[in-house]
């Protein structure tokens, strides 16, 4: 296919010329599965949606023709702008809609009744839409369906969700054809996999390098020794944010964006225009910030992983990532959000927030220049358990559903999936699954005439409500009193640890917590210095395996240390002279007394979460030997546990088999699991989070998915849902196959240093946040000591 | 030191608020337990449809047996939203209703008529609005301005002290009255400061928490409570 003459004379008097990988979509437009990966400034969008244009030109005629599938809401109004630019200038006779949780409900109607030939919209949206009974005459004449940023979906449920709602197309428009746009990944042949219908090919297109960002770290004075914030940062931010146009600031989470952003703003004496961007705040809120950043009225914007994607702001010209980026990719998606149009070679920095994070900073920046990547998105552990998620997602739409199941039953993507399982899926939609038969009468689905349907149709509504749900943290609104201006949304964990007069951070306002009304909290502002900072969700990761590797191999060779600033190389220099330095093929334990306790620092490089779990596994042991072990906090490098006796043979402790059976006994009980589980709760529509017409009271119709754990547990141990969030766990949260390989790299050699003081490299443990309590009885105490002192205090300890 | 109950005295009567959550009168050998939800997960399938765990009236069946094989008490109150709905309290599983039955054996059984269960659900004992003994009233829903001895269930209270995790459900006692727990597996709960709850309760009241042990603490102030909510 050639480039329509308009399209032509519009590149033309741009003085624009298509990228060779545009040329090629242009050529391959016939192909069934086309995934195009392309690092971010490429021009993939444009790339994308050509041969859409092309063919709108040559035939112009009614009905949805495109549809474009992304993660992010705010990159369909985006990808909108950008595509009606041509299509007015042109004034070509192609409408172009975006259809989101955003969309108001006259559109929606609308839209309906008379599509536009390209609409815009996210996996959710078009779920719902999917789910409607007549949606065969929507989609009949769909030609092609474009699915932006598909390696972000990819991660996790929604790569699955997408997966089927590709299969559910395909039963209306059997000849649509499939494109991916992707940015550079590991393995596109994965993601290819994801996209093509099985057992297609998928062809895949490489694009050029758009030349890479001037990559820099900022650490001549020597960060904290911990946290994660980079609060001493502050001077030399502003001082960059001064001498560049636009600049990007990004976080790894919500909160340290915050907070970082609290401290900004004080220090921002010449009043520069910055603001602040993450996904729990308000979509007015966002909207705003996006709307100025578009009109180049903001100097700089603080946010997190909502800014990673899309969005092409013209005017960026520095982008700052602070804290390490803890994954090779991310930096390179990060990097890629600096401007390439703008002439000048965009510049990206990083600025470590404490001592250890130089190194991975250094490690990262290596990488990144090598073109190396980390982290298989959809690795080969793909089994039943996200199938089967997603089965319970999608599928509780009243579709017709054997068409869909047994498209994703069979084929690639989800080949763990066998009949048996599918089997159960399919029950635990209809009736819960249960061993116990309860529901036969009130079961959700039923057979007739050959198809599943539900049983009734009435549900429907509560469903659709329920559709698309991928959350697994419940969050409130956060309101200002007496206003309908919502700020943002807040956890509810952390909302229930509120009392009112407490003070947090939200949007980089101070507010006061005033009282809880049904989902909502209100707030009034106020100007409190030292607010609290809420939790949103979206927590830390864990650095990279292909990462802590980089790391390691870079403090094993002392010949490369002069890439480090001095004051990093001394500590490593003082690490060896007074202890060891950790080895890749070696695991260095330090036992040390400190503040009154022993300490044993075990250096894993296996990253935060699998540390999590060593810890929690090695104290278990620990209390078995009668060491009264009293906690432990896990860093990405590292585990420290204390206790009031010292470790003597740490290599017996880390013997793989019994390591593997205190596992399996843990992991039951554990409050990882117990937070998998509520996450798959939800999905799976146990935890109904929109019960139409029913006013939430939090007695009726909320049950703690823990107390539903608890109970399956007991009654029902060989449920699907635990089997699903069991494997999950193991994967996610838990991340035992981290403990699995350094076991086997370290294969027993287990070095062992006793040390009369605290060693230089793990001198920052001692300060590192999130110190876990070790559970059993001593926390029952605590607790009865805390209450008696406060029964003292209220003297009232002659009533007990 | 872990205790399994808090001995108190409310109206001239001892009473032992144990941690299951259920309460004991010695001088009546009485048992007391408040709202149970027998059958929520059927009536929440019947009507939303939503297929919980169908194993909530066994997991509250067996905690109620194990309180009362340690009790052996010979009367049993049961204060209120006992059933989910009544028609709940009649779809009961037979496995259930036996079980229930003998529970209820060889022993006075009291429905105390709550707003899910207003009449008889169809398993035998006496269903009354309200119940006296021992200088004690049991009744569903507090009253404000109740005579002294009012023992109630109906608002679930829960209560927390900071580090200890999630809110457990508690016992609420001051000098007038009391109010339970929910006993039921399946239940949520309303936190102890609620102006709802708190302005039942005198400015000096403690909450009793349950689980492991019977965890007595003072609820926080009354008009602190009642300025900012």
Request: contains cysteine; proline residues 7%.
């Amino acid at each position: 296919m050639d480039l329509p003459d308009p399209l032509h004379v519009f590149l033309a008097r741009r003085g624009w010329h298509l990228h060779p990988h545009q040329s090629a979509m242009l050529e391959q437009a016939r192909a069934p599965a086309i995934l195009l990966v392309a690092p971010t400034g490429g021009g993939k969008t444009l790339a994308g949606f050509l041969p859409t244009l092309a063919e709108l030109l040559a035939d112009p005629r009614p009905g949805l023709h495109t549809l474009y599938v992304s993660p992010l809401r705010a990159l369909t109004a985006d990808i909108r702008r950008n595509l009606l630019t041509p299509v007015e200038e042109l004034a070509l006779p192609i409408r172009i809609e975006d259809r989101t949780g955003d969309t108001p409900q006259t559109v929606r109607r609308r839209q309906w009744t008379d599509p536009p030939q390209i609409l815009l919209t996210t996996p959710e949206s078009l779920a719902l839409l999917l789910s409607r009974p007549d949606a065969a005459r929507l989609f009949s004449g769909l030609q092609r369906v474009i699915v932006d940023e598909i390696h972000a979906l990819a991660e996790g449920k929604r790569g699955d969700q997408l997966a089927l709602l590709l299969s559910r197309i395909q039963t209306f428009a059997p000849a649509f054809r499939r494109v991916g746009l992707s940015a550079t990944v590991e393995d596109p042949a994965d993601l290819g996999r994801l996209l093509a219908r099985y057992p297609d090919p998928c062809l895949i297109l490489r694009g050029g390098m758009p030349g890479g960002a001037d990559l820099s770290m900022l650490a001549h004075r020597p960060p904290p020794w911990a946290g994660g914030t980079a609060l001493h940062a502050i001077p030399e931010v502003l001082d960059q944010i001064r001498r560049h146009r636009c600049t990007l600031i990004f976080h790894n989470t919500r909160a340290q964006a915050e907070l970082f952003f609290h401290h900004l703003w004080m220090a921002n004496e010449d009043a520069l225009p910055i603001a602040i961007h993450h996904a729990s705040l308000s979509r007015e809120v966002r909207e705003g910030v996006e709307g100025a950043m578009r009109q180049g009225r903001l100097r700089a914007v603080v946010c997190t992983g909502t800014l990673d994607m899309g969005l092409d702001w013209g005017a960026v010209d520095l982008v700052i990532q602070m804290g390490a980026p803890k994954q090779i990719k991310r930096l390179v998606q990060r990097m890629g959000r600096a401007n390439h149009r703008a002439g000048a070679r965009p510049r990206a920095i990083l600025i470590p927030a404490n001592r250890f994070e130089v190194l991975e900073c250094v490690c990262a920046i290596e990488a990144a220049q090598a073109g190396e990547l980390d982290g298989s998105p959809r690795g080969p552990g793909r089994s039943m358990c996200s199938a089967s998620i997603s089965c319970c997602g999608p599928v509780k739409a009243p579709l017709r559903l054997m068409p869909c199941m047994r498209r994703c039953a069979a084929p690639d993507p989800m080949p763990a999936l066998s009949r048996a399982d599918f089997d159960a899926c399919l029950d635990f939609c209809a009736t819960g699954g249960y061993a116990l038969r309860a529901y036969d009468r009130w079961r959700r689905l039923m057979l007739r005439d050959g198809r599943w349907q539900l049983r009734d149709p009435r549900a429907a509504r509560r469903i659709r409500l329920n559709l698309g749900t991928i959350e697994d943290r419940p969050s409130l609104a956060v309101r200002v009193k007496g206003s309908q201006t919502s700020l943002g949304q807040i956890e509810e964990t952390f909302a229930s640890t509120l009392s009112p007069g407490d003070t947090f951070l939200i949007g980089g306002q101070v507010v006061r917590f005033e009282s809880l009304r049904e989902m909502t909290v209100e707030v009034t502002r106020c100007r409190n210095r030292e607010p609290r900072i809420a939790s949103f969700g979206g927590g830390s990761f864990a650095t990279s395996a292909g990462l802590a590797r980089r790391i390691l191999s870079l403090i094993g060779d002392t010949a490369a240390w002069d890439r480090l600033p001095p004051h990093t190389a001394d500590w490593l220099r003082l690490q060896g002279h007074l202890s060891r330095l950790p080895r890749g093929d070696r695991l260095l334990v330090e036992s040390f007394p400190a503040q009154g306790r022993w300490h044993a620092a075990f250096w894993g490089f296996a990253g935060r979460n699998a540390h999590q779990t060593l810890g929690l596994l090695l104290t278990r042991r620990m209390e078995a030997a009668g060491l009264d072990p009293l906690g432990f906090v896990a860093a990405d490098h590292a585990l420290l546990i204390w206790s009031l006796q010292p470790i003597e043979a740490p290599a017996a402790l880390l013997d793989p088999e019994e390591l593997r059976e205190g596992f399996s006994a843990w992991l039951e009980g554990n409050a990882l699991m117990k937070r998998t589980f509520r996450g798959i709760a939800t999905i799976a529509g146990l935890i109904d989070r929109n019960l139409p017409g029913q006013r939430r009271t939090g007695r009726q119709t909320t049950v703690s998915s823990d107390i539903l754990y608890d109970t399956l547990r007991r009654y029902d141990p060989g449920h699907l849902l635990l089997r699903v969030a069991r494997e999950e766990a193991l994967r996610g949260l838990v991340d035992f196959g981290r403990i699995e390989d350094m076991l086997a790299r370290v294969q027993g050699r287990v070095d062992h240093v006793r040390l009369d003081r605290v060693p230089p490299l793990a001198a920052p443990l001692l300060l590192e946040r999130g110190r876990v309590p070790v559970e059993g009885r001593g926390r029952e105490r605590l607790a009865e000591a805390a209450a008696a002192r406060l029964l003292e205090e209220a003297g009232l300890a002659d009533l007990t | 030191m872990t205790r399994t109950s808090f001995s108190f005295v409310l109206n001239g009567t001892h009473g032992l608020a144990l941690a299951s959550g259920a309460l004991l009168v010695p001088s009546a050998d009485l048992l007391c337990v408040a709202d149970l939800h027998l059958g929520k997960a059927e009536r929440a399938a019947r009507r939303w449809g939503l297929l919980w765990p169908p194993y909530e009236t066994r997991a509250t069946l067996d905690r109620l047996a194990e309180v009362i094989a340690v009790a052996k008490p010979r009367v049993v109150v049961a204060l209120g939203d006992s059933f989910d709905d009544l028609a709940a309290g009649e779809a009961m599983a037979q496995e259930d209703r036996d079980r229930l039955a003998l529970l209820m054996q060889g022993r006075r059984w009291i429905w105390v008529a709550g707003n899910h269960d207003p009449g008889p659900a169809g398993h035998g004992g006496e269903t009354v609005p309200e119940f006296r003994a021992e200088g004690l009233t049991f009744r569903h829903e507090a009253q404000p301005d109740a005579d002294p001895g009012e023992v109630s269930g109906h608002y679930h209270p829960r209560f927390g002290l900071p580090g200890m995790g999630e809110r457990r459900p508690c016992f609420l006692l001051d000098q007038r009255r009391l109010i339970l727990p929910a006993f039921g597996a399946y239940t949520g709960g309303l936190d102890a400061r609620d102006p709802a709850l708190r302005s039942l309760m005198e400015n000096q009241a403690l909450a009793i928490l349950t689980g492991r042990s019977a965890l007595p603490c003072p609820l926080p102030p009354r008009r602190a409570a009642a300025r900012r909510g």
